[in-house]
């Protein structure tokens, strides 16, 4: 079948042909190309493509491995969808993706091919995340939160509580520091990458910051609570809490400092917990989870960053059929259980995430509805400018080569423009 007769026949049966073709286990056989960015490095990817390809012996999966930097992964992906590559068929794309694919092109507006049923499986919010101007682009995978990974061994041995604000984790990592106990203080990621602008959201809005005003037409990050923000994260690496290569760390270099037993507390999202406890760690039954600390105590907790990953499908994939009944499976019950028991991770499945006995097995999903949640600005197209502006400049003050004020201050300018792009 033409690809154009294939997309009506599914547009206009709906979910009632994707509901035969499953049931029937697929008839057509097909291989299908899976580009995913490692999860928690505990096997996840290839243990959900066993259970799937058990499950639809007719379907099977390579799985390609994607960089674990977001940025670096977008690229690759842009390059080949661009390119009219019929392969990845379905890619791993993060939230934050919705308004460029959709724009670009290169993503599948799902809800033309599956009925609005399917969509109802997903918790509150997360199908709207994966919307960009009435198209659904992405079946949500898994939520991402910041929080607060700290070593319950050392502040038991040293007496104190879990830090509630920013002032405090920074003065009980110089108490560890000092009697000895530990190398670093926190670990978090503060490369020149998407990871910083999560972590920066997460200060700058405890702070009473934003990026840009609710009607996107003017930036706002020159101000006194933006000023107050990186003026504590650089504290943070000029005290020595963290190390000065904190600079250069994604979540791969802030996890592995943490796992070796080198750092009291660290910011990562969900994977964090499984990842922590997982063969080869040196702090396997050390480390409880909170949520992120606040500026002020009166407000706690902080702020969390939303992060996550969905499931897209390439506009040129030629197994679409097969690519819709991967999804499918992907964020039904049983997937969805092994993602949250075996990776810690927050399942986008409602029935999964409220499950008492999934719970039970995962500390983080245990405290999510505990965190204050926020989102990063990613509603349009010139968001990929937008968080460069900010990644770029806060790295720069971080390291040294910018002041805070110059820092800010490029930064409101480079977001401003993003925002108007066609002013002069
Ligand atoms: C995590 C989040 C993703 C975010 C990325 C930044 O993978 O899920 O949304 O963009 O980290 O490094």
Not at 49 to 55: K, L, N, R
Not at 64 to 69: A, E, K
Request: charged share 10%; with cysteine; net charge positive.
């Amino acid at each position: 079948m033409k690809r154009t007769a294939l997309r009506s026949a599914l547009s206009l049966g709906g979910g009632i042909v994707l509901a035969a073709a499953m049931s029937s286990g697929l008839a057509a056989t097909a291989n299908i190309v899976w580009a995913a960015s490692p999860i928690a490095n505990v096997g996840l990817r290839a243990k959900l493509v066993q259970m799937f390809e058990a499950t639809y012996p007719n379907i099977h999966v390579t799985m390609v491995s994607q960089p674990t930097n977001t940025n670096t992964n977008r690229a690759t992906l842009v390059t080949e969808i661009s390119s009219g590559s019929s392969t990845p068929d379905v890619f791993m794309g993060d939230v934050i993706w919705p308004a460029q694919f959709g724009a670009d092109g290169l993503a599948l507006p799902l809800n033309k091919y599956l009925p609005s049923s399917f969509f109802s499986r997903f918790a509150p919010g997360l199908v709207a995340g994966a919307t960009y101007k009435g198209s659904v682009y992405g079946a949500p995978f898994f939520m991402d939160a910041g929080f607060l990974y700290y070593r319950k061994d050392l502040l038991a041995k040293a007496h104190l509580p879990v830090p509630k604000t920013w002032a405090q984790l920074k003065s009980e990592a110089q108490t560890l520091q000092s009697k000895h106990m530990v190398k670093y203080g926190f670990v978090w990621e503060g490369n020149s990458y998407e990871g910083l602008t999560c972590n920066w959201m997460e200060y700058l809005t405890d702070a009473g910051g934003s990026v840009f005003n609710k009607s996107g037409s003017k930036a706002t990050m020159d101000s006194p609570a933006a000023v107050k923000a990186l003026t504590f994260m650089k504290s943070l690496i000029t005290s020595g809490v963290s190390p000065a290569a904190e600079v250069t760390f994604q979540e791969p270099q802030a996890m592995s400092t943490f796992q070796a037993g080198n750092s009291a507390f660290l910011r990562n999202w969900d994977y964090a917990y499984a990842a922590s406890q997982s063969k080869g760690s040196k702090v396997i039954g050390k480390v409880g989870v909170a949520p992120l600390p606040t500026f002020n105590a009166a407000n706690y907790p902080g702020y969390s960053n939303i992060g996550g990953w969905n499931l897209y499908i390439n506009p040129h994939s030629k197994n679409i059929k097969a690519d819709l009944t991967f999804i499918s499976w992907m964020t039904g019950v049983k997937a969805q259980t092994t993602m949250a028991t075996f990776a810690s991770e927050i399942p986008s499945n409602y029935a999964v995430q409220k499950n008492a006995k999934v719970r039970a097995l995962n500390p983080v999903l245990r405290i999510v509805s505990t965190v204050r949640l926020i989102a990063r600005p990613s509603q349009t197209p010139q968001y990929p400018k937008i968080s460069a502006a900010i990644y770029h400049n806060i790295n720069a003050a971080l390291a040294g080569s910018m002041s805070v004020s110059q820092a800010l201050k490029t930064a409101n300018s480079q977001i401003q423009q993003a925002l108007n792009p066609n002013a002069l």
